[in-house]
Nanobody, 125 residues
Framework: VQLQASGGGLVQAGGSLRLSCAASGRTISTALMGWFRQAPGKEREFVAAISWSNSSTSYADSVKGRFTISRDNAKNTAYLQMNSLEPEDTAVYYC???????????????????WGQGTLVTVSS
């Protein structure tokens, strides 16, 4: 499975961006899709995840109410709509996929089997 993340860029505080993560290859093996981010000098952290089968979602507390994760099964693509962006959201955003998923929160990088390259999001104040 290959994951291709896109959509990053420079935006002012309060603005919006939508990230995309397109999966190719053996996409049947992407039961759960997630987004993580890593800010300069900080550890990678979980942002959001969505189940491919029933669209159940989970979010980090820091983004609840501002970010929305969604997916388009026909396009094998997951999205992260980011609204009300804050300078603290500045980071490289990575998408990830987990082969098997039967429920529960998967918030650790080790929970995921495949990773895409990062896309940089910069929020200016």
């Amino acid at each position: 499975v290959q994951l291709q993340a896109s959509g990053g860029g420079l935006v002012q505080a309060g603005g919006s961006l939508r990230l995309s993560c397109a999966a190719s290859g053996r996409t049947i093996s992407t039961a759960l899709m997630g987004w993580f981010r890593q800010a300069p000098g900080k550890e990678r952290e979980f942002v959001a995840a969505i189940s491919w089968s029933n669209s159940s979602t989970s979010y980090a507390d820091s983004v609840k109410g501002r970010f929305t994760i969604s997916r388009d099964n026909a396009k094998n693509t997951a999205y992260l709509q980011m609204n009300s962006l804050e300078p603290e959201d500045t980071a490289v955003y990575y998408c990830a996929a987990r082969r098997y998923y039967t429920g529960g929160q998967r918030i650790y990088g080790s929970d995921y089997d495949y990773w895409g390259q990062g896309t940089l999001v910069t929020v200016s104040s």
